[in-house]
């Protein structure tokens, strides 16, 4: 009897796939052009924010009225108002009011909302519960009756209109940051971490918020946008930003009675909210296809192909 030779299993490479690397997040990002004109847009938003007072061809309130409700020309870029202030000028400088607000607000929202989505979501039990359940009876409120009950009890100000935006937005934070701490809370790391009687603060700072930060960078972005739409829908309502301080969503407020004779003080207000809040979102959604482990899979294997 001859003694039969071992059978060796021969794999051919050919059909085999090819280990690929994972691109980095910035290829993914600048292979978007649409992420990428956003956040060039959003820089010089920024910019404009923090210059915009000397890049402005004149005051925010010298008025002319000899001048009013000029269209725009080479000397008034976007036209003047019914006092004859200078539109661009105005414009200019209420982009650091509306990024001041949203920033600030959107910050609040931030720390409170990720702070109690992360306790209750680690915590769980009957503190979850109770904290859930003031977040959804903040929920059960429209975010403007919300924000205007807000503004009718501190009166309209500046700081009035950053307190209740932020105030708005918190819940949105909690259940984000809650729902994303559920599903890190669950993970093996974390569990052997437990096991092994690791504080909840160490376990927090070092497995569970560093897993989380993804989808709160990308609520963030979004909540940004909306912020901007917020304050200038309470403007626009009076009840924001008061005069003489300008603000995109007051310029709309002074401009609605001159619709049809001079469209240019609402139209230009009116183009900074759209590009900005536009440019926001647009940000958010490149971010998430970074962020997102299956949205980054996804653009991973359409840019291979």
Do not use: C
Not at 142 to 171: C, E, K, N, Q
Request: no cysteine.
């Amino acid at each position: 009897m001859s003694i039969p030779e071992p059978t060796v299993a021969v794999v051919d490479p050919a059909p085999a796939e090819e280990a690929e690397e994972r691109l980095p997040a910035w290829r993914i990002v600048l292979g978007n052009p649409l992420t990428v004109i956003s956040m060039a847009v959003l820089a010089v938003v920024i910019v404009v924010a923090i210059a915009g007072e000397l890049l402005a061809p004149y005051g925010i309130n010298d008025i002319d009225v000899p001048h009013a409700l000029q269209p725009p020309s080479a000397d008034h870029w976007f036209g003047t108002d019914d006092l004859g202030r200078d539109i661009f000028s105005r414009v200019l400088v209420a982009t650091r009011v509306s990024m001041e607000v949203a920033l600030v607000s959107v910050g609040f929202a931030f720390l409170v909302g990720v702070l109690v989505g992360v306790v209750s979501g680690y915590a769980g039990g009957w503190l979850d519960v109770v904290l859930m359940r003031v977040v959804d009876v903040m929920f059960a409120f429209p975010v403007i009756l919300l924000a205007l009950a807000i503004i009718a009890i501190l009166g309209p100000s500046l700081f009035s209109t950053m307190l209740a935006i932020g105030v708005v937005y918190t819940p949105i934070f909690a259940r984000v940051a809650r729902a994303s701490t559920l599903a890190v809370r669950v993970e093996p790391f974390v569990q052997v971490s437990q096991t092994m009687g690791t504080g909840p603060g160490r376990i927090l700072s070092r497995h569970i918020l560093p897993n989380i930060t993804g989808p709160i960078i990308v609520q963030t972005s979004l909540s940004l946008a909306f912020a901007i739409l917020s304050e200038a829908s309470l403007s626009f309502l009076g009840l924001g930003v008061q005069p003489p301080q300008p603000s995109w969503g007051r310029m709309l407020f002074d401009a609605q009675d001159y619709l049809g004779l001079a469209w240019w003080m609402s139209v230009f207000p009116g183009a900074a909210i759209f590009v900005t809040v536009l440019a926001f979102n647009l940000v958010g959604d490149g971010l998430r296809d970074v962020l997102d482990p299956k949205q980054r899979s996804l653009m991973e294997a359409r840019r291979r192909r």
